[in-house]
């Protein structure tokens, strides 16, 4: 696994609230990343970080924010949860500009 | 939007048999081709990769085939076993960025029966 801890692993929210997951990594790895999963699309990429509050927008950023205050921790949140964003997320890091990416287990949302 | 058309979406082979999956992508930037395995509830890992300068690279029973004219790539497995049973994932990478930044394909299950 990469030393990356996804936080929580399920969750289950209602339409409109706020959720916020958490990837935590031990390898002090500068890059990291959000992804979702879904059926069909395979993998895409929401937002990344490139070091402390230095972050970026992916493909499919749109309803999402994130944070790194440390380099161990990134955070995504979603500010206000809608059924389209029910999905697995996963988090990834890799150690340098052309090193391999190394995923976390993922995070499954539900959104009600 | 570029895309990465995998093929097939899901894959039935014997115990022994060659399993093959397909990536098809748009954009000749591309300069990173990593195969992702991953097992129900656990994240993709990175299987092997290859650029290309190559068109060929081998790891045990794991063999990317690469075809840059044509744009497109493919994963071959040899003497598929039934621990090979997996979703299979290709990506591309762009030169000049980030090998984290990927765009993936559609996603193969393979299945591998005893």
């Known amino acids: 696994d990469a030393g990356i801890t996804q936080s929580p692993r399920h969750k289950v929210t209602e339409t409109g609230t706020p959720v916020t997951l958490r990837c935590h990594q031990t390898?002090?790895?500068?890059?990291m990343y959000w992804y979702r999963q879904d059926p069909g699309h395979g993998l895409r990429l929401i937002h990344y970080s490139y070091g402390v509050k230095d972050t970026d927008k992916g493909e499919v950023s749109d309803g999402y924010s994130v944070s790194r205050s440390k380099t161990e921790d990134f955070l995504l949140t979603l500010e206000s949860a809608t059924s389209s964003q029910t999905s697995v997320y996963f988090c990834?890091?890799?150690?340098?500009?052309?090193?391999?990416?190394?995923f976390g287990n993922g995070t499954r949302l539900t959104v009600t | 939007q570029q895309q990465v058309k995998q093929s097939p979406q899901s894959l039935i082979v014997q115990k022994g048999g060659i399993s093959i999956i397909n990536c098809a992508y748009e954009n000749t930037a591309f300069d990173y081709f990593p195969w992702y395995q991953q097992f129900p509830g656990k994240g993709p890992a990175l299987l092997i990769a290859?650029?290309?300068?190559?068109s060929e690279k081998k790891e045990g029973r794991f063999t990317i085939s690469f075809n840059k004219s044509a744009k497109q790539f493919s994963l071959h497995i040899m003497d598929s076993q039934p621990g090979d049973s997996a979703t299979y994932f290709c990506a591309t990478g762009a030169g000049g960025t980030s090998y984290g930044k990927l765009t993936f394909g559609q996603g193969t299950i393979l299945t591998v029966h005893p």
């Open positions: 390898e002090n790895h500068r890059y």
């Open positions: 990834a890091i890799n150690q340098g500009y052309n090193s391999p990416l190394h």
């Open positions: 290859i650029r290309p300068d190559v």
